[in-house]
C-alpha cells in the first residue's frame, strides 16, 4: 500500500488559515509522544532515512532543509507536504525542496504498524534529525506530538528568507518568528551540509563592486576548486547563466584549467 502524506488537493479557505494556525501553535509537544501508541515510530523513521541516505546521501540534506522551511510557515505543520495547485509545494522557495518519497516511505510504514497514529509533521522532524545524525552531526531529542496542518497556500511561502535578503532583511524575518540574531546564526549553520545550485551564487561571481569585474572575496576560499563550483564558472563564461562574458571569467577559465 502506498500511503502519501497528503496526496489529495486541498481545498485552500483563507478563513481556515487562521483557525489552523491557533491549532498549531497551541499544541503541547513532549519526547515519547508515541511511547505508548507507537513505540517503534522512532526506529522505522531511522531505518527509512538510513535506507534512502544509503542510496543517495544528499538526501540528508534535502531534508533538513524541508523541515526548516516546512517550520518557517505557520509552524511544523507539514503543510509543505501538501499537494496541488498554489500549495505551499509550488512557491518558488520551496520548487528545489528535496526528499518527499523519504517522508512518504516514512509514512507507509507507519501507517502499517500504528494506523492513523503519527503526524507527517512529526515524521518530517524526526526525519530531519536523522539527516543531521547520519552527516555525522550532534543528535538531539525530538519533542514529538504535532498535529498535521491542512492549509497551505504559496503566498504564505513568501516570508521565507529569500537567497539576496540582506543581513537587515533576515533578521526581521526571524524576529517575526520570535527568533533572535543568535537563532538565525545557529540555524544557518545547518548550510554546513548540502549544496546549492549554480543560479544561487552565480550573480556574486562577477561584476561584484561597481568598478569592475571582481569577485566577491568570500567566494574564493576552499570552495573555488570544487568541480561544481568550476561547472558554475564555466557555464556562466559560456553565457548558459545568462550572463554576459567577462575578462574576469575569462581569467577564470585559465587560472582554474577549466575545458573550454
Ligand atoms: C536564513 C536564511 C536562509 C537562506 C537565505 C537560505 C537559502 C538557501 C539557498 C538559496 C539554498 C540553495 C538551494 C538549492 O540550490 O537548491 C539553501 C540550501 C540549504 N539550506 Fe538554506 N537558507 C537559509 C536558512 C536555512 C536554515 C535555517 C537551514 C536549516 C537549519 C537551512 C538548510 C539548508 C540546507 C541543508 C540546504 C542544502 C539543501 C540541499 O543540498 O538540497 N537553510 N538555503
New binding site residues.
Given amino acids: 500500500m502506498d500511503v502519501s502524506c497528503f496526496s489529495q488537493n486541498v481545498l485552500l479557505v483563507t478563513l481556515l488559515l487562521a483557525i489552523a494556525v491557533s491549532l498549531v501553535e497551541s499544541q503541547g509537544t513532549r519526547v515519547g509522544f508515541y511511547s505508548t501508541s507507537c513505540p517503534r515510530v522512532e526506529s522505522i523513521v531511522r531505518s527509512t532515512v538510513q535506507s534512502h541516505f544509503g542510496s543517495d546521501p ?1 538526501i ?3 531534508l ?2 524541508m ?3 516546512d517550520c ?1 510557515v505557520h509552524g511544523c505543520d507539514a503543510s509543505i507536504l501538501i499537494d496541488g495547485p498554489g500549495t505551499e509545494k509550488t512557491a518558488p ?1 520551496n520548487l ?4 518527499y518519497e523519504v517522508i512518504d516511505d516514512a509514512k507507509t510504514q507507519l501507517e502499517a504498524a500504528c494506523p492513523g497514529v503519527v503526524s507527517c509533521a512529526d515524521i518530517l522532524a524526526l526525519a ?1 534529525r536523522d539527516s543531521v545524525v547520519l552527516s555525522s552531526g550532534a543528535s538531539w531529542a525530538v519533542p514529538t506530538g504535532r498535529r498535521d496542518g491542512t492549509v497551505s497556500q504559496a503566498s504564505d511561502a513568501a516570508n ?4 539576496r ?1 540582506s543581513v537587515d532583511v ?1 533578521k526581521q ?2 524576529a517575526a518568528k520570535g527568533l533572535n540574531t543568535q537563532d ?1 546564526v545557529t ?11 549554480c ?2 551564487f552565480r550573480y556574486r561571481l562577477y561584476n561584484f563592486t561597481t568598478t569592475g569585474n571582481e569577485t566577491e572575496p568570500t567566494l574564493l576560499s576552499p570552495p573555488h576548486s570544487f568541480p561544481s563550483f568550476k561547472r558554475c564558472v564555466r557555464r556562466t563564461v559560456m553565457g548558459q547563466g545568462g550572463l554576459d562574458w567577462t575578462q574576469a571569467a575569462l581569467t577564470d577559465l585559465i587560472t582554474l584549467s577549466l575545458p573550454t
Wanted: charged share 10%; no cysteine; hydrophobic share 40%.
Fill in positions: 544528499t540528508a540534506p534535502g533538513l532543509r523541515h526548516f522551511h518557517f522557495p528545489l525542496l528535496r526528499g530531519a521565507l528568507p529569500g537567497f535578503d533576515q524575518k526571524f538565525l540555524l544557518v549553520g545547518g548550510h554546513t551540509i548540502g549544496t546549492t545550485a543560479q544561487f
